[in-house]
């Protein structure tokens, strides 16, 4: 693992494009001298008072540039994701971080994804995209997760709680 003053010359000079995890970590406030980026949908899901007081202060200084993708890189992050059968996985802000991240890299800029979802350090990779990981480390091998419920069988690559068919318990496949 990289410290604190190496990671923050490594990230000099790029584009960086965070989730929530960046912000409910306190990470993005350790973060200078480099662009940061985020979508919408990301500071809709920061919901602890704590969390929301760090973030309207950081939203106040002008530090984070919020952006909403366009339709074409949407359309592409949504692509790429269907190709690699993981749409399913990917909530709307996941596919918007990664339309968002596509975009910049597609205007020139040096993009990392700061991220703790899985899915999207693999599609990131596949992209070309540097991806970072806030509290875990990027993995270095990839296994796409099932989850099954138990009664009915229904099976989705989602981490949901309940089975949207018989509302029965839906538990992680080992």
Known sequence: MMSRGREAKYLKDVALVIDTAGFLSGYIATIYGTKIYTVKEVLEEVKDSWSKERLELILSSGKIDVREPSKYSIEKARAIASEESF?????????????????????????????????????????????????????????????????????????????????????EAH
Do not use: W
């Open 87 to 171: 749409l399913e996985a990917l909530s709307e802000t996941d596919q918007k971080l990664l339309a968002l991240a596509i975009e910049l890299k597609e205007n020139g800029d040096r993009v990392v994804l700061l991220t703790d979802d899985s899915y999207l350090h693999m599609l990131a990779k596949k992209l070309g995209i540097t991806s970072r990981g806030v509290k875990r480390g990027v993995p270095m091998k990839f296994k796409t997760r099932i989850y099954i419920c138990e009664v009915c069988g229904f099976s989705t690559i989602k981490k949901i709680d309940k089975c949207p068919s018989c509302g029965s318990p839906v538990k």
